[in-house]
């Protein structure tokens, strides 16, 4: 009989120590809720990256991940009975095991992220997104104890102006579906985080009407968040503006918004979110 002892210690040995990594991910329930803006005032220090959105990505990586998961409870009698039997078993559905793909999962979203576009090694790297709910969140503080989750909030009638504003400045990149689907995405983002119990401090909200308010409270309070010293963050970046290139966005007129507009944003659900956020 074969020795199969070699095979299971290689297994059981596959433990990776991420305790190191220490990434900032960036949240915000839909577009136009600042977060590109907290993006660059935590770029503007050369110990952190933080990457722009990349179209919820991982959405997919982390529905994959958990048929893998899956996959393999399902089939774990198939791995046992190749570790007592070696290759005259039936392996049909032997795949790697759970900790194999929680290190390679983790191993991936740290090539990706990791270095600047510069190719340099970031030791606080991240990135941002506005696709992500509280699931997303809540897995990737699996893979990274010591990730630091920012969630940036803004009140949906705002959110909604500058939408509209985005169907005029973009022309034909940005249409009334798109905005009907930002709006849908803060009532499930913003209710997926409400349920979120986070007993070791690792999810930070931040609402951008406090941020624009009391810039000087908001840096004290994130620097403090992310552990970070207050001098490597250029605070000046909160006062910018950066508009879109392509785009008319520098136009700032009146936009009008209609009954049936404000309907969309004037129900009880959105009435509880609110609320529950302090507005």
Request: glycine fraction near 4%.
């Amino acid at each position: 009989s074969c020795n199969y002892a070699p095979i299971i210690n290689f297994y059981n040995s596959c433990k990776m120590d991420n305790n190191k990594e220490r990434p900032i991910f960036l949240f915000a329930p839909c577009q136009r809720c600042g977060s590109t803006m907290i993006q660059r005032f935590l770029n503007s220090s050369s110990e952190i990256f933080i990457w722009g959105e990349h179209d919820g990505y991982l959405n997919l990586l982390y529905t994959g991940f958990n048929k893998f998961s899956n996959w393999n409870i399902t089939f774990r009698d198939q791995r046992q009975m190749y570790f007592e039997m070696g290759f005259n078993t039936w392996t049909a559905c032997l795949a790697p095991d759970n900790p194999a793909l929680h290190n390679a999962t983790i191993n991936y979203i740290i090539e990706l992220f990791r270095r600047s576009p510069e190719g340099k090694c970031i030791s606080r790297w991240g990135f941002k997104e506005v696709r992500y709910n509280s699931s997303v969140a809540k897995w990737l503080l699996t893979m990274f104890p010591q990730a630091k989750i920012l969630f940036i909030n803004r009140h949906i009638a705002s959110c909604l102006t500058s939408l509209l504003r985005w169907e005029i400045a973009r022309d034909n990149n940005w249409s009334r579906t798109n905005t009907l689907e930002s709006l849908e995405s803060w009532i499930r983002i913003n209710n997926s985080f409400l349920s979120v119990v986070d007993t070791y401090g690792s999810i930070c909200t931040f609402k951008y009407e406090d941020i624009i308010s009391d810039k000087k409270k908001f840096v004290s309070e994130v620097s403090s968040f992310l552990e970070v010293s207050e001098t490597i963050i250029n605070t000046d970046v909160l006062d910018d503006i950066i508009y879109e290139p392509n785009s008319d966005s520098r136009n700032r007129s009146n936009i009008y918004i209609s009954e049936n507009e404000m309907n969309l944003i004037q129900n009880k659900e959105v009435d509880a979110i609110l609320e529950a956020y302090g507005y």
